[in-house]
């Protein structure tokens, strides 16, 4: 069997690039997309490649459907793609009274008009070739809610509700589609966070890496996991 490709998106930093890293290592091929860090995702790529495997660096804004579709036509001319993982989102934190429509929409379209956009045109290979992981960054804000994050909460609760479904309708094709739920993880999203305070409510008592994530996604991508499907799985250190 020929290398397996997988596609992450938002791959320039952070729990995306940790992925890249760790399924190039356990011998997969690897796309990593990014909007602005093009030298970042650059650099990881040429990493990955000394490991002896190819990796591509597709630039463009997953809230753009015509450039998704485009910048995905052109790479499966290229390759054929086995694996995608939803990694991209960002975060625009304000109490819900001060929450702009401008936060709003950036947040919600990156995470789900992002998924959509990215998982869409990859489907119908799937389903032709009866093998494919789909595989969704979500977050416990999705699961439990957190203040400060109407806007965050309500865009990864919906990655997980399109997790729920389109697993459903995948199933019999031998395509998995699952979600992973992080807790707090050591990446620049928490930078701004009160680390402290939150930890009084971590049961492990300290912040996951973006390795222990990437970890728990490299085993979903695996044949492992071949009869997990409809999963939300929480890495939260007990939170």
């Not at 979600?179 to 993880?185: D, E, K, N, R, T």
């Amino acid at each position: 069997m020929s290398r397996k490709v997988a596609l992450i998106s938002g791959a320039s930093r952070g729990i995306g690039a940790a992925v890249a890293r760790t399924l190039a290592k356990d011998g997969l091929d690897v796309i990593l997309t990014c909007v602005q860090q093009r030298a970042a995702a650059d650099a990881i790529a040429e990493e990955l490649r000394a490991l002896g495997g190819k990796a591509w660096v597709a630039q463009f804004d997953v809230r753009d459907a015509e450039a998704s579709r485009a910048a995905i036509e052109q790479l499966l001319a290229e390759t054929e793609i086995h694996i995608v993982v939803n990694n991209a989102g960002v975060v625009a934190d304000a109490p819900f009274p001060g929450l702009t429509s401008e936060a709003w929409h950036r947040v919600v379209d990156t995470t789900l008009d992002g998924f959509f956009n990215v998982t869409q045109p990859l489907v119908m290979p799937m389903v032709r070739r009866k093998w494919g992981r789909i595989i969704n960054i979500s977050s416990i804000a999705g699961v439990t809610g957190n203040r400060g994050q109407v806007n965050y909460a309500a865009a990864k609760a919906g990655l997980i509700g399109a997790t729920k479904s389109l697993a459903l309708e995948l199933a019999s094709r031998n395509i998995t589609v699952n979600a992973v739920a992080p807790g707090l993880i050591d990446t620049e999203m928490i930078a701004s966070a009160p680390i402290e305070e939150i930890l009084k409510h971590v049961p492990m008592r300290r912040v996951g890496t973006a390795q222990e994530v990437a970890d728990l996604v490299a085993f979903i991508a695996s044949e492992k996991a071949s009869y997990m499907t409809g999963q939300v799985l929480s890495i939260t250190g007990g939170l």
